[in-house]
């Protein structure tokens, strides 16, 4: 395996402070997280009338990577603990790494 592939696997994934996690009825997540994080850009650029909180819903296996990113499990124990929800779906392990970059791109989440 790569060396950046087995960086990628020992990196700690945890939930950004500024994130918050709705568990919704049908089982998936919806994060929310602020369009603006100062009290000045808030005043100055959020529209009148427009909250300051974006929300993002989760797919099945989004919302199952999302209650495994706990700041404890590296990226190689997340992957382990979705073998049952991987079951027949081409390339998951690899799809699973692009979405935690994708968060980690996105502030979401940080890693160790």
């Known amino acids: ?3 950046k592939i ?3 696997l020992k990196m700690v994934p945890a939930i950004n402070e ?3 996690t709705i568990f919704n009825d049908d089982n998936l997540i919806t994060i929310t997280y602020p369009r603006y994080t100062k009290k000045w850009q808030i005043k100055f650029l ?13 797919d099945a296996n989004g919302s199952a990577v999302w209650r495994l990113i ?3 499990r590296s990226v190689q124990d997340i992957l382990s603990d979705l073998e ?3 079951q027949g779906q081409d ?3 690899d799809r699973v790494v692009v979405f935690l970059q994708s968060l980690i791109q996105n502030d ?5």
Do not use: S
């Not at 979401?108 to 160790?112: H, K, P, R, S």
């Open 6 to 8: 087995q960086d990628i």
């Open 108 to 112: 979401f989440i940080t890693v160790e």
């Open 84 to 86: 049952e929800v991987a």
């Open 70 to 72: 706990d700041g404890k």
């Open 1 to 3: 395996m790569p060396e």
């Open 46 to 58: 959020l529209p009148k009338g427009r909250k300051n909180e974006i929300k993002l819903d989760f």
């Open 18 to 20: 500024n994130v918050g």
């Open 91 to 93: 390339l998951f392990d």
